[in-house]
């Protein structure tokens, strides 16, 4: 039986909403940027660290830095499709009216580079978080006129972009060989956890997304290939990313 397992609930009321956690916080919704980056590795932290102006706390122990008046940046935590689904909701809730997520990726193609951008076109929904927000036959993808920013800003900061589509996944261990070599050779670029829920909370609240991956290693089905040297670039992209968000809202 297919999630969700209670029929059609798509247009049911929720018993509580993000808005609610938001506002218990302070007791009102806070100031927000209207655009958002969300991100889980610890280099992206330090380089947030060192550009944030200010900080905020707008929900339980969820601190968003700020990095300029258009575009702000959640971190920490943790990873995969739920959390992020939950982060992603607060954020809007917020006031967000753009959410980006910036994070590493395994590519599932050996010709993109560990220093190049992969821009995801849409996501195969393989975790279960979406389909609680969308029906399994509908399309989860990114704002086109967002990626297109994206793709023109990290361009222009020297650094290659591929497109195509992404694989959400959450199971990491059940990673298995017929789904990888199935994937592969149907042209996904990549596989990530969170991807499809983020992009379905968006399109179900209303607001504009898209992804920016970074490589940080190959799945292949003869062996796993980590970054040798665990170079990350994910800090190289923050700022066409910051660049190409404050563009597009403004």
């Given at each position: 039986?297919p999630?969700?397992?209670?029929?059609?609930?798509?247009?049911?009321?929720?018993l509580?909403s993000?808005?609610d956690?938001?506002e218990?916080?302070?007791?009102k919704l806070?100031e927000?940027?209207?655009?958002?980056?969300?991100?889980?590795?610890d280099e992206?932290?330090e380089?947030?660290d060192?550009r944030a102006?200010?900080a905020?706390?707008?929900?339980r122990n969820?601190?968003?830095?700020?990095?300029?008046?258009n575009?702000?940046?959640?971190?920490?935590?943790?990873i995969g499709p739920?959390?992020?689904?939950?982060?992603?909701?607060?954020v809007?809730?917020?006031?967000a009216?753009v959410?980006?997520l910036l994070?590493?990726?395994a590519s599932l193609q050996?010709?993109?580079?560990l220093d190049?951008a992969i821009?995801?076109t849409?996501?195969?929904?393989?975790e279960?978080?979406s389909?609680h927000y969308?029906?399994a036959d509908?399309?989860?993808e990114?704002?086109?006129?967002?990626?297109d920013?994206?793709?023109?800003s990290l361009?222009e900061?020297?650094i290659e972009t591929?497109?195509g589509p992404t694989?959400?996944m959450?199971?990491m261990?059940r990673?298995?060989?017929?789904?990888?070599e199935?994937?592969?050779?149907?042209?996904?670029?990549?596989?990530g956890?969170?991807?499809?829920?983020?992009?379905?909370?968006?399109a179900?609240?209303?607001?504009?997304?898209?992804v920016?991956?970074?490589?940080?290693?190959?799945?292949?089905t003869d062996e796993w290939?980590?970054n040798?040297d665990?170079?990350?670039s994910?800090?190289?992209?923050?700022?066409p990313?910051i660049?190409?968000l404050?563009?597009y809202v403004?």
């Amino acid at each position: 039986m297919p999630i969700p397992k209670f029929g059609d609930k798509y247009d049911a009321p929720a018993l509580f909403s993000p808005e609610d956690a938001v506002e218990a916080h302070s007791g009102k919704l806070p100031e927000m940027p209207p655009a958002v980056i969300l991100g889980f590795e610890d280099e992206l932290f330090e380089a947030v660290d060192e550009r944030a102006t200010d900080a905020v706390n707008y929900v339980r122990n969820q601190e968003l830095q700020l990095l300029d008046e258009n575009v702000g940046f959640v971190g920490d935590f943790g990873i995969g499709p739920t959390v992020t689904a939950i982060i992603a909701e607060n954020v809007i809730a917020a006031g967000a009216e753009v959410v980006c997520l910036l994070c590493g990726c395994a590519s599932l193609q050996k010709d993109i580079g560990l220093d190049e951008a992969i821009l995801p076109t849409r996501a195969i929904r393989d975790e279960g978080v979406s389909h609680h927000y969308l029906p399994a036959d509908e399309h989860v993808e990114p704002t086109p006129e967002l990626v297109d920013c994206l793709d023109s800003s990290l361009v222009e900061a020297g650094i290659e972009t591929h497109r195509g589509p992404t694989w959400s996944m959450g199971a990491m261990y059940r990673e298995t060989i017929p789904e990888i070599e199935h994937y592969a050779n149907e042209g996904v670029l990549s596989l990530g956890m969170a991807e499809s829920a983020m992009l379905a909370v968006a399109a179900y609240r209303g607001v504009d997304s898209a992804v920016v991956h970074e490589v940080g290693d190959y799945l292949t089905t003869d062996e796993w290939e980590p970054n040798a040297d665990e170079s990350c670039s994910l800090p190289a992209m923050l700022d066409p990313t910051i660049e190409a968000l404050r563009t597009y809202v403004s």
